[in-house]
């Protein structure tokens, strides 16, 4: 097993290049069925009507401690899946595999303007498991920031100049990703925002520390706030009459927060540094 500490070195230029001003790509989780699953480049909204020339990409993915999944490349044929076991980045409770692929001859993907989804890689989870969460490793989160190395990005060419000049084309900043982005095995379906009045739902600070404040839209009552670990255990927590919750006594890392109104239910993740 490779330790995560050398993958500093290798992948450090990589990961920060120039970003266009709009022209670039967020990853998200497609879930096949039968435990297989695809990580897709999403566009974003662009009138550019260029093919993008892709270089190298890559990104992590969390999965609970213990379990494992077998890695091909859907893009090139050579993407490498190195495993890292979350007792070395001190977070016992997860795992993980870094995905690059540096390809031998840049890939072409459809111009930004048809908004086509690009399958990157294919995921197949070994065993079968029944609970915990796999997720795709957010760029803002506290994990990814304190080890840039796990940080998603696409070294490709997106102006068509003839000059063949590859930038990162993944905000280093920003989530990097679209829902869906994680998967609960426990529930078998994937989390993201539904379509629904619950999607003005928001929480701040993202990442926390002591206190989070939760706002619900106008109008929404008889709420129902739960806290999951990234393996699906529940945390249990008591929401204030001012709609806080107080999160300084959990463990550094990632945790999603379900809420429940009139049958309507919206998980989003928050992170815990």
Do not use: C, W
């Amino acid at each position: 097993m490779k330790k995560i500490t050398i993958l500093t070195i290798v992948l450090f230029s990589l990961i920060f290049g120039q970003l266009h001003a709009q022209d670039g790509y967020t990853y998200t989780l497609v879930d096949n069925g039968g435990y297989s699953f695809s990580i897709a480049a999403v566009p974003n909204a662009s009138s550019s009507n260029f093919a993008t020339s892709v270089q190298s990409y890559g990104f992590t993915i969390i999965v609970p401690d213990g379990v494992t999944a077998s890695i091909t490349s859907s893009l090139g044929g050579a993407a490498n899946a190195t495993f890292f076991n979350g007792n070395d980045i001190a977070q016992p409770t997860i795992d993980g595999y870094l995905i690059t692929e540096t390809l031998g001859s840049p890939a072409s993907l459809p111009a930004p303007s048809a908004a086509t989804n690009s399958p990157m890689v294919t995921i197949q989870v070994n065993g079968s498991p029944t609970s915990g969460i796999m997720y795709i490793l957010e760029n803002n989160s506290a994990i990814a920031s304190a080890i840039t190395p796990l940080k998603s990005f696409m070294q490709a060419d997106m102006v068509d100049d003839g000059m063949a000049t590859y930038t990162n084309r993944v905000n280093p900043s920003a989530s990097a990703v679209t829902d869906p982005s994680a998967f609960d095995f426990a529930t078998m379906s994937t989390l993201t925002v539904e379509e629904n009045e619950l999607v003005d739902f928001s929480m701040y600070p993202n990442p926390a520390s002591d206190i989070v404040q939760l706002k619900f839209p106008v109008g929404i009552e008889n709420t129902k706030v739960e806290i999951f670990d990234i393996l699906g255990k529940q945390i249990k927590v008591n929401l204030s009459e001012e709609n806080t919750i107080d999160v300084s006594k959990l463990p550094s890392g990632a945790y999603f927060v379900s809420i429940t109104a009139d049958d309507t239910k919206v998980t989003k993740k928050l992170i815990i540094k």
